[in-house]
């Protein structure tokens, strides 16, 4: 099929003339679409083909390669900076995937974005370009300034640009009109020298990406076990005999999961996927470091079972599971740990009362899942001796995405399933450091002895009041409270929810400055002043004073270690994040005691500081260089709860009700297989079997066939928000799919239009991105004359 235009959602606010595609958009938008069953196993020849098409686009024919061999090894090689999934520490293999490649080479491009190019276009013009285009420029090479008389960015020298930034914030009446966004690339060197400026300036204002993440996991795991953090490593993953993965597109977004999986199938362990979606990674794989030697493979089985509830479900599904766990222990003994239960554990008995007194017609309406299916799934749980749950933002971005990772927790807990080899939880979290972040103290609402131990090590006074998050900083940014907004990578305006709010928000701000390494949406959507500060990227050499700098990031699963540049810098004005960091803190801190530049000379310095401040991080300069670095203690792992009780705390929540109201359907907003958050290759979809289409919306047959639509139809989509707003988008097109009824699935950034600023879980502040309600009708118009993407009534 084809489209002559199809209006873009996310195009709004005048940014890109009505039916062109500004925001969110790949670069292939229009032409030939196309969607149909994939039947090949993931990571096979479609992932060879892509890489080889990658490493030809990025002209890079030997550094490529030759960085692809030092990524993720051992000695003197750099972290991988995609995703969180931890290295392989037997070191056996080349610990790689496709997704990781593409992210490599999209920093390791020669394109450059120089004075040259800002000099030949204007923000007006260059917010017409689609997200694709901006990033597709290249890497930034030198600060630069937003020139109002002429509508571009100028250069700007580094100590100019330093100065401005302190002595905007050292105007302010309060250091709570400040707020500083971090990504979850930042390396841990770098956090600490953020949080330790910031909370020294005086603000709490820590929002970062795991407010839109996996807020929900850790404040949920914090309340179950006293530590925020999965208790499980790979090794776990390697001796379970059951893993259950939840809400995650592994194949995707973790794709050196798919090695676990397939270890798991090869010796015999059930692996069961709960989604809504029937992902790539719970059928087939080749296995990822082992496609790029292809020809002679074969694909190995990554699912035993698959569990499809509706979007929000996950809650009423794991207790339907505790449920005949409960129900088996009156006759079998063995169906629970009851020592553990005894030893370890508070509140078992209230929630056994509270779980027998739900009953079935409930638990299958609101999971949308069969009883059958709920008991085959028990089954296969009271049958492992070993189980770990993993998952991702299926859970998380759902108002009660805290209830339900604590049920996680609970369903463990009833079978002893914590704190002992092969079982535990564990959380697939997403950006490559976003776990270090939060460690290394990225925190709006800090732990008190982080803020003791600042206190006593770095003599400074911390705030004690919590700052703001990022729905937070947005409605602060909205009523002027917040005056000036520091973004440590990331690309803020297009990944938070309620688009055209966010856009206001940002340029209603006195000052924005992003901290890149390409050109994207947030360095167009900016405040009355903005600066532009381009960074060295993670496979680059970081040289300072005392020699060549490595940093360190931990993994999703608690591993720390040293990750080393190898290539020479996009350009010579380049400075490193933690040089940038410093540069700012002394011009805002004129007076400070910390020792910014000598931290900047060697990094080496910032470590053996945090050694005293942080947890865990005793003798971090020796630990970090030991060949696969080292773990941060986990004291859940060890049966040790820092819980108000000092027990593993069973929670209670009420079941929530999760059906949408008749007429509506409940979406979720995903990524493709070939984006990277804002960052979108291609307008494909590969495990998905879609071409060229990201205006589309999956559907359930029946759903489709109620409002009368046919496969490819277009259709607008309106979103309900809880303060009673509405949002369209116009121009998607229906795609029928496998999903239960009731829930459809569309493409993150685009659809955050759809998301309202209310639109936040009560207890994470995650936006509920994976939870809009929404009505799904026959277009009104053809695509092409429709004003597109604009807030309806009462959304502004
Ligand atoms: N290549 C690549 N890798 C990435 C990223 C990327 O953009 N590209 N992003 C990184 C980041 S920051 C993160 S946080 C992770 C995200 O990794 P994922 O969590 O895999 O991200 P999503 O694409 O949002 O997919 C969510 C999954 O949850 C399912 N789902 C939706 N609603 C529900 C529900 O109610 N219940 C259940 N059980 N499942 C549901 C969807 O069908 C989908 O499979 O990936 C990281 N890795
Ligand atoms: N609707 C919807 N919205 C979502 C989600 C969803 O599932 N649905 N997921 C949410 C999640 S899980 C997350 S984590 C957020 C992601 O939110 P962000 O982390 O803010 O967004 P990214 O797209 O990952 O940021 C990409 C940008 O980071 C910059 N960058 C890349 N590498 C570096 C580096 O080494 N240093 C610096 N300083 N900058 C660098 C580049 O300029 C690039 O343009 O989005 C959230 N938004
Ligand atoms: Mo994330």
């Known amino acids: ?78 972290d991988c900076p995609g995703c969180a999934w931890p290295d392989d520490r037997k070191g056996l293999h080349l610990d790689i995937c496709e997704n990781g490649i593409k992210h490599v080479t ?75 966004y971090t990504s979850g690339r930042l390396s841990n060197e770098a956090t600490f020298l953020y949080q330790l400026w910031v909370r020294e300036f005086g603000t709490n ?109 996950d809650l009423a599904l794991l207790r339907g599971v505790a449920k005949i766990v409960l129900e088996r222990a009156e006759t079998d003994p063995k169906a629970i740990d009851r020592e553990f239960l005894q030893r370890y554990t508070t509140g078992f008995e209230a929630y056994r009362s509270l779980v027998e007194a739900t009953g079935w017609a409930e ?24 189980t770990v749950v993993a998952w991702c933002l299926g859970l998380t971005q759902q108002e009660h995405g805290v209830d339900t990772v604590r049920e996680i927790v609970n369903l463990l807990l009833l079978r002893g399933n914590l704190g002992r080899e092969g079982a535990g939880p564990s959380p697939v979290r997403g950006h490559s450091n976003v776990q270090g972040n939060r460690t290394c103290g990225i925190d709006h609402r800090p732990p008190t002895l982080l803020l003791d131990r600042l206190e006593q090590v770095c003599s400074i006074t911390p705030p004690r009041e919590p700052g703001l998050d990022t729905i937070g900083t947005i409605e602060a940014m909205l009523t002027g409270e917040v005056k000036v907004f520091v973004s440590m990578g990331g690309n803020f305006s297009l990944a938070t929810p309620d688009t055209a709010t966010t856009f206001a928000a940002l340029r209603n701000c006195e000052l924005t400055v992003q901290v890149s390494t390409k050109l994207n949406r947030s360095h167009l959507i900016h405040g009355h002043r903005a600066l532009i500060l381009p960074c060295l990227g993670r496979t680059e050499k970081d040289v300072q004073l005392t020699g060549e700098q490595g940093v360190t990031v931990e993994d999703s699963m608690s591993m720390v270690h040293l990750s080393f540049g190898m290539k020479t810098p996009a350009s010579p004005h380049l400075k490193s994040e933690c040089a940038i960091l410093a540069g700012m803190a002394q011009a805002t801190l004129p007076a400070s005691a910390t020792p910014w530049k000598s931290y900047t000379q060697s990094y080496d310095r910032i470590r053996d500081v945090m050694a005293k401040v942080l947890d865990g991080f005793e ?62 290759y291609s307008d494909n979809d590969r495990y998905r079997g879609v071409k060229n289409l990201r205006t589309a919306l999956f559907m359930n047959t029946d759903d489709m066939r109620e409002r009368g639509l046919n496969e490819f139809d277009l259709i607008d989509i309106t979103s309900f928000a809880r303060d009673g707003s509405t949002r369209s988008v116009y121009g998607y097109r229906a795609v ?40 799904v009708t026959p277009a009104v118009t053809g695509p092409a004359t429709i004003p597109t993407g604009t807030p309806t009534e009462g959304g502004s």
């Open 363 to 386: 638990i299958v309406h609101q999971s949308g899942v069969e009883e059958k299916a709920i008991r085959a799934l028990a089954e296969v749980y009271l049958g492992a001796d070993r």
């Open 106 to 180: 999209w920093e390791m491009t020669r394109k450059r974005v120089d004075r040259e190019f800002f000099a030949g276009h204007t923000v007006t013009e260059l917010s017409e370009w689609t997200d694709f285009a901006l990033e597709d420029q290249g890497r930034l090479t030198e600060p630069m300034i937003y020139d109002r008389a002429s509508d571009k960015y100028v250069p700007i020298a580094w100590a100019e640009a330093f100065e401005l930034v302190g002595s905007t914030l050292r105007g302010l009446d309060s250091p709570h009109q400040a707020s500083f």
């Open 205 to 313: 204002n820590l929002p970062d990406c795991s407010n839109m993440c996996h807020e929900a996991s850790g404040r949920a795991l914090t309340a179950s076990l006293g530590t925020g953090k999965g208790t499980c490593d790979l090794d776990d993953w390697a001796k379970a005999d059951l893993l259950l993965v939840m809400g995650v597109n592994a194949a995707s977004n973790a794709p050196r999961m798919l090695t676990s999986l397939a270890e798991a199938h090869r010796r015999g362990a059930q692996i069961v996927h709960i989604n809504p979606l029937i992902e790539a990674a719970s059928r087939r794989t080749i296995v990822p470091h082992e496609f790029l030697a292809m020809g002679t493979l074969h694909s190995t089985k990554t699912g035993t079972m698959n569990v499809q509830p509706r979007i929000g479900g």
């Open 1 to 78: 099929m084809t489209d002559e235009k199809t209006p873009d959602a996310g195009d709004l606010l005048g940014q890109g003339a009505p039916g062109r595609p500004a925001v969110g958009r790949g670069p292939n938008a229009g032409g030939e679409f196309s969607q149909e069953d994939y039947h090949h196993p993931s990571a096979g020849w479609g992932a060879a083909r892509s890489v080889a098409k990658v490493l030809a686009q990025s002209k890079e024919p030997i550094a490529g390669p030759r960085a692809i061999q030092r990524m993720n090894h051992e000695n003197g090689g750099f």
């Open 619 to 680: 003798d971090f300069n020796r630990r970090a260089r030991l060949p696969l670095g080292f773990r941060i203690r986990q004291p859940a792992r060890e049966r040790v709860f820092l819980t108000p009780s000092g027990a593993a705390e069973f929670s209670c929540a009420p079941m929530p009700d999760v059906v949408p109201p008749t007429g509506r359907l409940t979406l979720g907003t995903v990524r493709s297989h070939d984006q990277w958050n804002t960052t979108i």
């Open 736 to 775: 029928a799919y496998n999903t239960p009824p009731g829930s459809v699935i569309g493409y993150m950034p685009e659809l955050n239009v759809l998301c309202a600023i209310a639109d936040h879980s009560q207890q994470s502040g995650q936006p509920l991105t994976k939870h809009l309600i929404v009505e």
